[in-house]
């Protein structure tokens, strides 16, 4: 015989709307006043005996249960414990109606918050209840902020394992590389005696030895191009520490200038430098404002196809903007600060790539590394600066640097 209420279909997703409080007692009085008493309150559910209790919360999360200590088929301690083994957090009240010290001991020893005796007092009972009700809620809120916590920290330590084996490849390829450039420069060694023992041949075949002239040039040419890879991607991933200095801005714009006329890439543009003003410092290393600088030149001089013009130009901005595409966490936007701008007339950047330029590795270039804008980000991040980049696909582009003013 079961007087168990219709449960609704199990459902794994659902959470029931109202807490669940199942009534085992063999007695239909007291079983039909706990019913009255909570049922506006609470999901209940009724078991007539210890064993139709059990099955019931087996088969529905039950939040508190009020158990009958006398039973026919199983104690109140015995259906306590199953309860508890389905799921340790069920609160349980003990209710009788002969009272034993033994069997409250008992109660208490398995897990049982409360201990009544019938005929119950209503007002009582409903408060033991309504506490139960709300300790399992703060264990359940608990649980699930432990498990965010726990979900979290496995997030975050496979985060730092990620990071731990960049930083373990970084420091691995930096080592190949070093590794390649020693015999890179006995490959290249070698070709220049071949050239040499080549020029003394006195082999009729001016032709045949010609060719080989040119084609042992090429292989130098192309070893010289891994040479410099190599020296980029070692300086990229070395971060010296230079030394800081106070430096005077326009000086270093006109020997960028100078360096960049020179350049193979720099015939045919027109280079131009402009100083609005003076007096402009900034507090960096000259080696590596030099280095941005030129990096900065050479792509904006590799932009321009046939004739155009490079223009540097150096001022004092008291408020740079704060939406630069590139800046270093510790930039202060409300401190004075020094713009370089690096203009050119070339082939400009597709609005989905200005966001790109900065990673590592990016080019479109075929012979690009895609290291220069990634070394001219980190040193301005070094000296809390920041990079704006304005472009126009067909019309040029223009970096403007950021770094704070010497004051
Ligand atoms: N002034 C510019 N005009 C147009 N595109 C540019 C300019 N500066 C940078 N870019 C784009 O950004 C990419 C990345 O530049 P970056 O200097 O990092 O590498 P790269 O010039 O391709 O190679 P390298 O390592 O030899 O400098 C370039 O390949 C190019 O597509
Ligand atoms: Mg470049």
Redesign the pocket.
């Known amino acids: 015989m079961t007087t168990l209420e219709p449960l609704p279909a199990p459902s794994s997703t659902t959470a029931p709307a109202k807490p669940v409080l199942l009534i085992v007692d063999d007695e239909p009085g007291p079983r039909e006043s706990l019913r009255i008493v909570f049922k506006d309150r609470y999901e209940c559910l009724l078991a007539t005996c210890g064993k139709e209790g059990i099955e019931t919360a087996r088969r529905r999360p039950v939040d508190t249960a009020i158990l009958d200590i006398k039973m026919p088929d199983l104690s109140g301690i015995e259906v306590l414990c199953e309860l508890k083994a389905i799921d340790p957090n069920i609160e349980c009240v003990m209710l009788t109606g002969y009272e034993t010290v033994e069997t409250a001991r008992a109660a208490v020893h398995y897990g049982a918050v409360e201990y009544l005796n019938k005929p119950f007092d209503v007002f009582v009972i409903r408060e033991i209840i309504e506490a139960c009700i709300a300790r399992r809620q703060r264990k359940r809120e608990a649980d699930t902020s432990l498990q965010t916590l726990q979900q979290v920290n496995d997030e975050l330590s496979r985060t730092l394992a990620a990071n731990a084996r960049a930083a373990a490849a970084d420091v691995l390829s930096a080592g190949v590389v070093h590794e390649l450039n020693n015999p890179l420069t006995i490959i290249s060694g070698y070709i220049q005696l071949l050239n040499r023992d080549l020029a003394k041949l006195t082999s009729g075949d001016a032709t045949a030895t010609q060719n080989m002239q040119q084609r042992l040039a090429a292989v130098q040419r192309e070893i010289q191009r891994c040479k410099d890879m190599a020296e980029?991607f070692l300086h990229f991933s070395r971060s010296p520490n230079a030394q800081l200095e106070l430096v005077d801005v326009a000086p270093l714009l006109e020997d960028i200038a100078l360096l960049l006329r020179a350049h193979p890439a720099g015939r045919r543009a027109h280079i131009l430098t402009q100083i609005l003003n003076s007096s402009l410092q900034i507090h960096t290393s000259s080696v590596e404002i030099m280095q941005v600088l030129m990096?900065?030149g050479?792509?904006?001089l590799?932009?321009i196809d046939s004739e155009g013009t490079v223009h540097f130009t150096a001022d004092r901005v008291d408020q740079p903007p704060v939406d630069c595409v590139y800046h270093s966490l510790n930039f202060d936007p409300h401190h004075p600060h020094v713009c370089i701008s690096?203009s050119?007339t070339?082939?400009?950047?597709a609005p989905e790539?200005i966001q790109k330029?900065?990673a590592p590795y990016?080019?479109?270039?075929p012979?690009?590394?895609?290291?220069?804008?990634?070394i001219?980000g980190k040193l301005v991040g070094k000296y809390r600066g920041a990079i704006e980049v304005i472009?126009t696909v067909g019309r040029?582009?223009t970096?403007n640097v950021y770094l704070p003013l010497a004051t």
Do not use: E
Not at 367 to 374: P, Q, R, S
């Open positions: 980029r990096n900065l050479v792509n904006a590799q932009a690096v050119d070339g082939c400009g950047i790539y330029v900065f990016f080019t479109t270039k012979h690009g590394t895609g290291l220069g804008l990634a001219v472009s040029g582009t970096f």
